[in-house]
């Protein structure tokens, strides 16, 4: 499986951003989700989805302004970013898992996406 993210950037607060990540050979994939990391933290769960799309999870900080989605026409997976705030800043990485169910470690992912950088700031 490979990923190659796209959409980072540096935004004010408030604003929105849309990541995008490009999926290849996810033959066996059974759940794609989207990580981020900042400075000195660990890798924490943003957003899950499952294989098929009909099912999703949000951690407490992105229900109600983040959404995850994936168009299996174009084979891509979204991460749809509103109400961004500082807090929001990281490198946001999309996974891939061939584990069943929609999980949230990180360790759970063997796959990545080389990573993007969101800064949101004045």
């Known amino acids: 499986v490979q990923l190659v993210e796209s959409g980072g950037g540096q935004v004010r607060p408030g604003d929105s951003l849309r990541l995008s990540c490009e999926i290849s050979?996810?033959?066996?994939?059974?759940?794609f989700g989207w990580f981020r990391q900042a400075g000195g933290k660990g890798r924490e769960s943003v957003a899950t989805?499952?294989?098929?799309?009909?099912?999703?999870y949000y951690a407490g900080f992105a229900k109600g302004r983040f959404t995850i989605s994936k168009d299996r026409s174009k084979n891509t997976l979204y991460l749809q970013m509103n109400s961004l705030q500082s807090q929001d800043s990281a490198t946001y990485y999309c996974?891939?898992?061939?584990?069943?169910?929609?999980?949230?470690?990180?360790?759970?992912?063997?796959?990545w996406g080389q990573g993007s950088q969101v800064t949101v700031s004045t």
């Open positions: 989805i499952g294989g098929t799309g009909s099912s999703t």
């Open positions: 050979g996810g033959f066996g994939v059974n759940a």
């Open positions: 996974a891939a898992s061939i584990m069943g169910g929609l999980r949230s470690s990180a360790s759970a992912y063997g796959h």
